[in-house]
């Protein structure tokens, strides 16, 4: 039977304290992984992940910061180290969508802020991990993107270049340590049953328009994603690198078309 083993394995996953990154973070504590739980506010919740992992016999641990600020990025993924020993894997998952408004009409501090978290945001928590998975030349970073990398998005114009940019970044950087026994991969989701999108899958005429845009119609569930981002971080994946893996139910073959142009 194969398995995914993460065992005797510590992985940071950013904003772990809801939606994806909780899934996230609960897959990979099943699969032996020892996790760090990011959060930057949500303490409570973050407290919560802590206790259902330890609860299935994982090792967890709570860990605040402001990622768009490199100094805390740093002292983060120090943290993670001096507790747990180790970063073997990195999950950029922190994120927000910002604002809706077009350019022009929106706010440039609003759109800062988005790309501060967003992309600055995994840059730091990056550049933190290399020196340690450099020097024990092994170590997986997986940035969770979106199908917004790919597919422009009227009023998120910030979101839409931070998640583009993030794809790059990630192909970059796993250009430059490919070598060095280091993997980077980026995971876009598509359109996935949170709570931040509950506006859209709690009201039926806005779930009916959505689930249109999605080839299997339906929405994603978090841990749909979180398999993939337990897959990719194990040996099952050791010759991937430097790509995007799209979880979107078929988003991006643009299932509008299936009719005919």
Request: charged residues 15%; aromatic residues 6%.
């Amino acid at each position: 039977m194969i398995q995914i083993d993460l065992t005797g394995r510590t992985a940071l996953v950013t904003g772990a304290s809801g939606g994806l990154g909780t899934a996230i973070a609960h897959t990979l504590a099943q699969a032996g992984a020892a996790v760090a739980v990011h959060y930057r506010s949500g303490r409570a919740q973050a407290d919560s992940v802590v206790t259902a992992i330890k609860a299935i016999g994982g090792r967890a641990q709570a860990f605040p910061a402001d990622i768009s600020d490199p100094e805390a990025a740093a002292r983060l993924v120090q943290d993670v180290d001096r507790v747990f020993g180790s970063v073997d894997i990195l999950v950029n998952n922190a994120g927000m969508d910002g604002t809706c408004a077009v350019v022009g009409k929106d706010d440039p501090q609003h759109w800062q802020q988005v790309l501060a978290v967003d992309l600055a945001g995994p840059y730091y928590c990056a550049r933190a991990a290399l020196g340690i998975m450099q020097k024990n030349a092994r170590g997986v970073i997986i940035n969770v993107t979106s199908v917004h990398e790919f597919i422009p998005w009227k009023g998120y114009s910030a979101y839409t270049a931070a998640k583009a940019g993030l794809s790059m970044f990630t192909k970059t950087l796993a250009q430059e340590n490919a070598d060095k026994g280091i993997r980077v991969l980026a995971v876009a989701p598509g359109a996935i049953q949170t709570p931040i999108n509950e506006s859209v899958w709690s009201d039926p005429a806005s779930l009916k328009d959505l689930d249109k845009k999605i080839a299997m119609g339906r929405l994603g569930e978090p841990p749909e994603i979180a398999q993939v981002v337990a897959f990719l971080a194990s040996d099952l994946a050791s010759y991937m690198t430097g790509t995007t893996v799209a979880v979107d139910g078929g988003m991006l073959i643009y299932p509008q078309f299936r009719h005919g142009g």
